[in-house]
């Protein structure tokens, strides 16, 4: 089993950032692969962005190119999201998932664990 637990969200206004963090927990992680999901009111969880917990490559949708980056800590078990320039269309539930097999990167389904969520708003 493994255990994500997301912290960091809040309120902030349009233009400013914030950073995320989700702490994992349980089985050992190092061939996973660490990803960030949002889901806003009425649509679907879509992708953000991930890291490969043993090399450490990113990805990232296209909506957050230049203004997210996501970041480890191994000693820490910990992923960030930091998030800079928010947008009121940034306004979404953020959740922290592990993917354990090579699949879809951008695809929920590919996702085996999730924590719970933080709630990040962006005024405008």
């Known amino acids: 089993q493994v255990q994500l637990v997301e912290s960091g969200g809040g309120l902030v206004q349009a233009g400013g950032s914030l950073r995320l963090s989700c702490a994992a927990s349980g089985r050992t992680f190092r061939s996973y692969v660490m990803g960030w999901f949002r889901q806003a009111p009425g649509k679907e969880r879509e992708f953000v962005a991930a890291?490969?917990?043993?090399?450490?490559?990113?990805y990232y949708a296209d909506s957050v190119k230049g203004r997210f980056t996501i970041s480890r800590d191994n000693a820490k078990n910990t992923v960030y999201l930091q998030m800079n320039s928010l947008k009121p269309e940034d306004t979404a539930v953020y959740y922290c998932?592990?993917?354990?097999?090579?699949?879809?990167?951008?695809?929920?389904?590919?996702?085996?664990?999730w924590g719970q969520g933080t709630q990040v708003t962006v005024s405008s």
């Open positions: 890291i490969s917990w043993s090399s450490g490559s990113t």
């Open positions: 998932a592990v993917r354990i097999l090579p699949s879809n990167l951008n695809d929920p389904r590919s996702y085996d664990y």
